[in-house]
C-alpha cells in the first residue's frame, strides 16, 4: 500500500482533543495524517459559540496540566506558551451553597487554603496537607502509570491492583475524602472533582482524588479567547506540519477489509483510503454505526457500556455583572448526595439544583460587551436512558435554572438582563457529537470501566484501528484524552515499525 518514500495515511475520525491530539502525535511519527470531522468546525466537545459580540465556550473551560500541552506542542517544533496566551486562576473556583450561606474559595496556596478551611473546621484544615500528600502519591502511581500505559492483557491492571489498595485507591472517591475531613462543606468542596468527568464520587475509585491534587501542583489555567484557542492552535500545527483538518465530513463507515480497516467512507459516499484509521468518536457509536454492528469479541467491557450522566447547559448573554461570581463558580444545592444519586444512578431528573458557572469575562473581557457576561451555566442531569424528552421539557427547565440563579443564589435582576440565549441538552449531544444515549462524559469512570476495562487505545479485534477520546483509556477530561492520543500514537509507532 505504501513504500519508504511515500509517507503512510492515517484517518482520525473526530476532532476532538484527543483526535487532535492523536494527528499531531502521528505527524510528528511522519505519517500522512487528515482528521475528518461531521461538524462544521473542528474541536468537538470544545468548539465555541459567537453571537452579538458574547462568546461562550460550549465544553471544557478549566485547563489542567498544561505541560501535556507543552509536551505535545513541541513533538512539532512548537511552544505552546506563544501559540496560546496562558492566564493562571487564582482562586481556582468558587463553591457557594446559596441555601445555607456558606462558601469556600478554592486557593492555590496550601496555607491560604487551609485559612481558608479552617473558617469551617480546624480539623478538616489540619488534615489537608495529608490529604494532599495521598492524592500526589496517587496521581504519581495511579493516573501518570497507568493514564500512559496501554493496558493490552489484564496482567498490567493486576499488577496495578496492590498499589492501589496500598494507596486507597481502589475504594471509593467519597470513602478517601471522608478519611481526611468530616465537615460537610468541605467534604463536598474535595470530593465533587470526578464530577467534572462525568463520575459519581460515592462510586469512582480514589483514583479522581488525584484531580484536586493535580490542580495545586500545576494551577488551574484559562487561555485568552477561551478553551477554542488551543483547539485553533492545534489546527495550526497539524496544518502546518502537512496534515488536513477536512469538517463537514461525517464517517459512515469504517471500512473493515480481513479484519483489518483499511480506511473510512464518508456519509456522501466518498472513500478514503488508509493504513491506519484512529477513531475519537463515541465508543460505542463506533462499534455500532461506524463498524456496523461487528461484534466485539473482546472483553473490554465489564457489564456492557454504561455512558455517564449528560448535561443541561445555557449560555446567557447578559448585560450586567455579578461581581459575587468568579471565573468559575459552583452552586452547591441542599442534599448533594441525592442529586449525585439522581443524574447519575437513578436517572432521574434532580429536585434540588447544583450547577457550575463559567463566566470568563472576569479574566478575558473579550469574550462579552462592556459590563455584560457571557455566562455558560451546567447542570447535571442523567443520559437520555433515562426517557426525557428534551424537546418537551427544555423551556420548563431553563425556567428552573434561571428562577434558582436569580432568586435562590443572589443573581438580582438575571432574567432582565439576558439579551441572547442558546442552550444545549443531552438531545443535543447525541445529534451533535454522535455520542450515545446523548452522554456528555462518554463511559462512566467506573474500575470496572477502567484500564484493561475500558475502550483499548489499540481495537482487540480490528487491525490497524485505534481509539481516543473520552469513552477510551484512561478517560474523560482534557489531560484524560491528551493521554490517551500519547498510548494510542506510540501504538501506532510500534505497529508500523517506527522508531520512536
Ligand atoms: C460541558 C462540559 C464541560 C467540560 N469541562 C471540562 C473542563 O473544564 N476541563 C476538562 O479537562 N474537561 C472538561 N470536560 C471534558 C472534556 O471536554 C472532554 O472529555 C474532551 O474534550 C473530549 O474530547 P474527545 O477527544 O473525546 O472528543 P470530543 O470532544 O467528544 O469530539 C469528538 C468529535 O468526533 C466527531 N465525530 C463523532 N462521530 C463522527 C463521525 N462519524 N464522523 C466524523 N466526526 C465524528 C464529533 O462531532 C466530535 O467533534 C467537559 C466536558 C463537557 C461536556
Known amino acids: 500500500m505504501s513504500t519508504s518514500q511515500q ?6 475520525v473526530g476532532s476532538g482533543f484527543g483526535g487532535l491530539a492523536t494527528a499531531m502525535r502521528m505527524l510528528a511519527a511522519g505519517l500522512d495524517v487528515t482528521v475528518v470531522e461531521r461538524l462544521p468546525e473542528p474541536g468537538g466537545r470544545a468548539s465555541q459559540l459567537r453571537d452579538q459580540g458574547y462568546t461562550w465556550d460550549l465544553g471544557p ?3 489542567t496540566m498544561p505541560w501535556c500541552f507543552d509536551e505535545l506542542f513541541a513533538l512539532l517544533d512548537r511552544d505552546f506558551r506563544r501559540e496560546v496566551e496562558l492566564i493562571g486562576l487564582d482562586p481556582f473556583y468558587r463553591i457557594d451553597w446559596p441555601h445555607d450561606g456558606t462558601r469556600i474559595d478554592f486557593l492555590g496556596d496550601v496555607g491560604a487554603m487551609q485559612e481558608e478551611l479552617a473558617r469551617l473546621s480546624p480539623a478538616d484544615a489540619a488534615a489537608y496537607p495529608a490529604f494532599l500528600e495521598a492524592s500526589r502519591l496517587i496521581h504519581e502511581n495511579a493516573v501518570l502509570t497507568a493514564g500512559r500505559r496501554a493496558f493490552e492483557n489484564p496482567l498490567p491492571f493486576a499488577q496495578l491492583l496492590p498499589t492501589m ?6 475504594r471509593s472517591l467519597s470513602h478517601f475524602c471522608s478519611r481526611f475531613f468530616s465537615e460537610e462543606h468541605i467534604f463536598q468542596a474535595m470530593s465533587f472533582h ?3 468527568i462525568g463520575g459519581d464520587p460515592y462510586r469512582v475509585p480514589a483514583v479522581y482524588a488525584a484531580l484536586a491534587y493535580l490542580q495545586v501542583a500545576d494551577g488551574v489555567w484559562y487561555t485568552k479567547g477561551g478553551m477554542y484557542s488551543i483547539v485553533q492552535a492545534m489546527v495550526r500545527a497539524i496544518e502546518g506540519a502537512g496534515g488536513r483538518v477536512r469538517c ?17 467512507r464518508l456519509a456522501d459516499g466518498e472513500v478514503l483510503p488508509a493504513e491506519i484509521v484512529v477513531s475519537d468518536a463515541d465508543p460505542v457509536r463506533t462499534r455500532t454505526r461506524l463498524l456496523k454492528g461487528a461484534p466485539d469479541r473482546a472483553p473490554w467491557r465489564f457489564r456492557g457500556p454504561r455512558n ?3 448535561c443541561f447547559l445555557l449560555y446567557l448573554g447578559t448585560d450586567r455583572q455579578w461581581p459575587e461570581l468568579l471565573h468559575h463558580t459552583l452552586m452547591v444545592g441542599d442534599g448533594y448526595r441525592t442529586f449525585i444519586d439522581d443524574v447519575t444512578r437513578r436517572q432521574v431528573l434532580p429536585e434540588n439544583l447544583s450547577l457550575y458557572l463559567h463566566v470568563p469575562a472576569r479574566t478575558d473581557p473579550s469574550m462579552a460587551p462592556a459590563g455584560g457576561d457571557s455566562l455558560a451555566v451546567l447542570l447535571p442531569v442523567p443520559n437520555l436512558a433515562s426517557g426525557d424528552d428534551w424537546s418537551a421539557i427544555s423551556d420548563s427547565w431553563r425556567d428552573k435554572v434561571v428562577d434558582y440563579l436569580e432568586h435562590d443564589a443572589g443573581m438580582t435582576g438575571l432574567r432582565a438582563s439576558i439579551k441572547v440565549e442558546h442552550r ?6 447525541e445529534r451533535r457529537y454522535d455520542a450515545d444515549e446523548g452522554t456528555a462524559f462518554s463511559t462512566e469512570p467506573l474500575l470496572t470501566r477502567s484500564a484493561y476495562f475500558r475502550q483499548p487505545n489499540r481495537d482487540r479485534t480490528v487491525d490497524g484501528l485505534y481509539h481516543v477520546g473520552a469513552g477510551a483509556h484512561p478517560g474523560a477530561g482534557v489531560p484524560g484524552v491528551l493521554l490517551g492520543a500519547e498510548v494510542a500514537a506510540s501504538l501506532v509507532r510500534r505497529d508500523l515499525g517506527i522508531a520512536t
Open 61 to 63: 473551560s478549566l485547563v
Open 165 to 170: 489498595l496500598k494507596l486507597g485507591a481502589a
Open 7 to 12: 509517507p503512510r495515511r492515517a484517518i482520525v
Open 248 to 264: 463537514n465530513a461525517d464517517v459512515d463507515e469504517i471500512i473493515v477489509r480481513g479484519g483489518r480497516a483499511i480506511g473510512v
Open 194 to 196: 470526578s464530577l467534572y
Open 308 to 310: 455517564g450522566m449528560s
Open 424 to 429: 444545549m441538552t443531552p438531545a443535543d449531544f
